[in-house]
């Protein structure tokens, strides 16, 4: 079974910082992986596909990589503001389901 | 372009009482799931379809029964609700095959007493 792993479980920085959010994952036969957003007590929002294919995408600050044979994804932040406090899910489609890591809960001070 | 919603948003049941989450998309997704989530645990699959009259068992399928008897549609039922079963539900859908990413809904939070 896909098990996914998220580190670190919680993050605190301060407001401008640029930060990584890692994930990793046991079976490297993957479709592809997913990057969410969860904002407290509302549902997941999809910030980033990355194909098996590919190696990353961007979408403004954000830039996720894809190493599938390391079984690693990062999701890079650039210059953090407070409204990037969230917690950060991961997710990778293996066979015909997606599996979830339990997430990164960030915190950006001003 | 509505997405996935969910209904309802909040809801408190009794112990032993019986109830249907409802589902609704409408991206033409072949895929459905429900997944529930719990503190620590992360997000776990209840049940999924692959297409109208298609489901099948995810992770954690006791005390739920769905049905797929449309392309927009995927209610999930709990039949006699336990406290084990207080937890955020999530439904979600996508394209088949899997090249594309999932769409969700804003969850349903259910209280069982």
């Known amino acids: 079974k896909q098990e996914v792993t998220q580190i670190p479980a919680a993050l605190s920085v301060p407001e401008g910082e640029n930060l990584v959010l890692n994930c990793s994952f046991t079976?490297?036969?993957?479709?592809?992986l997913q990057w969410f957003r969860q904002d407290p007590g509302k549902g997941l929002t999809s910030l980033l596909l990355?194909?098996?294919?590919?190696r990353e995408q961007t979408s403004g600050r954000l830039n996720a990589s894809l190493d599938k044979s390391s079984g690693r994804s990062t999701l890079y932040i650039a210059a953090s503001q407070p409204g990037d406090s969230a917690t950060y899910l991961c997710?990778?489609?293996?066979?015909?389901?997606?599996?979830f890591g339990t997430g990164t809960s960030l915190t950006v001070i001003p | 372009n509505a997405g996935v919603t969910q209904t309802p948003k909040f809801q408190v049941l009794k112990t032993g009482q019986s109830m249907t989450l409802q589902c609704a998309q409408d991206m033409n997704h072949e895929y459905m799931s429900w997944y529930r989530q719990d503190p620590g645990m992360g997000l776990r699959l209840i049940h999924y379809s692959v297409g109208a009259g298609i489901t099948d068992q995810g992770e954690v399928p006791n005390g739920y029964n769905v049905s797929r008897s449309t392309t927009e549609d995927f209610p999930l039922r709990l039949l006699s609700a336990a406290p084990s079963q207080t937890s955020v539900y999530f439904c979600a859908s996508r394209y088949n095959p899997g090249a594309w990413g999932y769409t969700f809904g804003s969850g349903t939070r259910l209280t069982v007493v």
């Open positions: 990355i194909q098996s294919s590919q």
């Open positions: 997710a990778v489609l293996t066979g015909n389901q997606f599996y």
């Open positions: 079976d490297s036969a993957i479709y592809n």
